[in-house]
């Protein structure tokens, strides 16, 4: 039993990182009805700019836990920066282009970033140092709840409580939904619509670092690659839970994390029933993109869109 | 307070406008009127900011403004009810109102206006926690209207607010457009297909005709033109 709730908790971890990816793809596809294909990609650069931080801040002894609260900010407003810029090179000249022109434009910036760093850093693995504590008060329940996943459990959370609340309650916020609903309206109620394209990249490529620093410190590990496929399955949460719908991102994510544990939940359920079937573990991507066809074809709004129904 | 002077407006290749000129003066009501497709919706749509026109002059209150972004030109006090209503359809009502206020600071200011509007249409403050898209064609209306009104606009910008609505409702409306033009001196620019109505509010009218303006007369005359009777009042 105890396996199969550390299991939930694992896929409750993963996908809380998918989630805070998928929020920038669902605010982005809100606003302007692209889906930015090189967000995985500012989730990348979010870990790296967090290696960097460690890097520098490693030798001035402050606690970890301080490294990793600067890495956070450092990587939130770096990655801010890289998301409205990239919008301003290479979405807005290509508004009132078709819709594939920005899509193509956008798989052509995820190769560039990617290849960028690449050509900055190296291609192999690089280390990431271990900015989440050891938290002694979770030592009995350790196997089940470490202190790195409680930690992204924890921020992931009140970082979507609160861009919760601030598209609810503020001023911002409210024009935000505005401008996603109807921009034409939008723009003729005084609501500076680029500066709002610019605010929802700005935010979406935060929420992206915030979740590339706190899976690079609890992986280990980063490279120029992670994005790629963290962004497809993010891009995957977006979809399951209705694109465009900011809660809908959120369930998405948790619900394909903790999906993404079938093949281990299911191989130790039949070899608790005394079956001898075991499914490998490397069918979880499998299993993620097997869910995205299987809700494009039978709820293609997502879990909690509405369906598109166009007004005449 | 509002001047149009030889405005040229495209749609890419296609010229929308032609030599558009049109003059309001304060605390005026004004009406459009036309067929469709002959540039009303366009003309506003210029004065916003939203379709720049090409060439001539759009000046308000003295100041040209045609090279204005349309936020700015909110800004100048100058707000638009589109056609179709165009409201938030996942907002509430007061999320709605709110919106229209986007551009406002004064807090005291805004509540005042928001008690005037559930004064002039009570209906609104009953559903103000329901979703705008709930609501039924006639309310959407209201709200739309209303919402252009927390902007406190100098110059209203109304596009076919009859359009689709109950004969009855439509009667409502009207009234209340007259009661904002005499209440808050505020500057009313009507665009309607319905010109018999139109021209029974308004004060003056244009006619316009594929892009270009026909004739512009007090509503009196117009009312009482043949070729406008015939034309538009189906008589």
Redesign the interface.
């Known amino acids: 039993m105890e396996f199969y709730l550390e299991m939930l908790i694992a896929g409750l971890i993963r996908g809380a990182i998918y989630s805070l990816i998928a929020l920038g793809y669902t605010m982005v596809y809100g606003i302007i009805e692209l889906i930015n294909f090189a967000h995985g990609e500012i989730y990348m650069i979010g870990a790296f700019t967090g290696l960097v931080v460690a890097g520098l801040l490693g030798a001035s002894g402050l606690p970890t836990l301080g490294i990793l609260v600067i890495a956070l900010v450092a990587g939130m407003v770096f990655c801010a920066g890289y998301g409205v810029t990239m919008e301003k090179v290479a979405y807005k000249p290509l508004r009132k282009a078709s819709r594939l022109s920005p899509l193509i434009s956008a798989i052509g910036m995820s190769i560039f970033l990617q290849n960028y760093v690449l050509l900055a850093q190296t291609s192999d693995f690089v280390p990431f140092p271990r900015l989440i504590p050891e938290f002694k008060f979770l030592e009995p329940i350790s196997h089940l709840l470490g202190s790195s996943d409680l930690v992204i459990l924890v921020v992931s959370s009140l970082v979507m409580v609160g861009l919760t609340l601030f598209i609810r309650l503020t001023?911002l916020g409210?024009?935000m939904?505005?401008t996603a609903?109807?921009q034409?309206?939008?723009?003729?109620?005084?609501?500076?619509?680029n500066q709002v394209i610019s605010l929802t990249f700005m935010i979406g490529s935060a929420l992206a670092a915030i979740g590339g620093v706190l899976i690079a410190s609890h992986s280990g590990q980063i490279n120029f690659y992670i994005g790629f496929l963290a962004g497809l399955k993010a891009f995957t949460a977006a979809v399951l839970g209705g694109i465009g719908s900011i809660p809908g991102a959120m369930l998405g994510g948790l619900v394909l994390g903790v999906a993404e544990n079938l093949p281990i939940i299911l191989s130790a359920f039949f070899a608790d029933i005394g079956l001898n079937i075991d499914i490998p573990n490397d069918y979880k991507d499998a299993v993620a993109f097997c869910l995205l066809i299987l809700i494009l074809i039978f709820r293609p709004s997502g879990l909690l869109g509405r369906p598109a129904i166009k007004k005449v | 307070m509002l001047e149009l002077r030889a405005v040229n407006t495209y749609y890419g290749p296609i010229q929308a406008l032609r030599d558009v000129s049109i003059s309001v003066a304060e605390g005026e009501i004004i009406t459009l009127i036309g067929a469709n497709g002959a540039g009303k919706t366009t003309t506003l749509m210029s004065i916003c900011g939203v379709v720049p026109p090409r060439s001539g002059e759009i000046l308000f209150q003295g100041r040209p403004i045609q090279r204005m972004a349309p936020n700015n030109i909110v800004g100048l006090g100058i707000c638009q009810v589109p056609e179709g209503r165009l409201i938030f359809p996942d907002l509430t009502v007061l999320e709605n109102l709110d919106m229209g206020a986007f551009m406002r600071k004064d807090k005291s200011g805004i509540k005042a206006d928001l008690d005037y509007i559930f004064t002039l249409f009570p209906i609104l403050a009953q559903r103000r926690r329901q979703q705008g898209g709930t609501l039924s064609g006639g309310e959407q209306q209201m709200l739309a209207i209303s919402r252009a009104l927390m902007a406190r606009p100098r110059l209203l910008l109304l596009d076919e607010p009859s359009l689709g609505l109950a004969p009855l409702i439509v009667q409502q409306i009207f009234q209340i457009i007259r009661q904002i033009n005499a209440k808050s001196n505020t500057t009313i620019f009507l665009v309607e297909q319905n010109a018999n109505l139109a021209l029974k509010v308004a004060h003056r009218g244009y006619v316009m005709e594929n892009g270009r303006v026909v004739k512009a007369d007090t509503s009196a005359t117009l009312l009482a033109d043949e070729d406008v009777k015939k034309a538009y009042l189906g008589m």
């Open positions: 001023r409210k024009a939904r505005a609903q109807n034409k309206m939008a723009m003729l109620l005084g609501i500076d619509v």
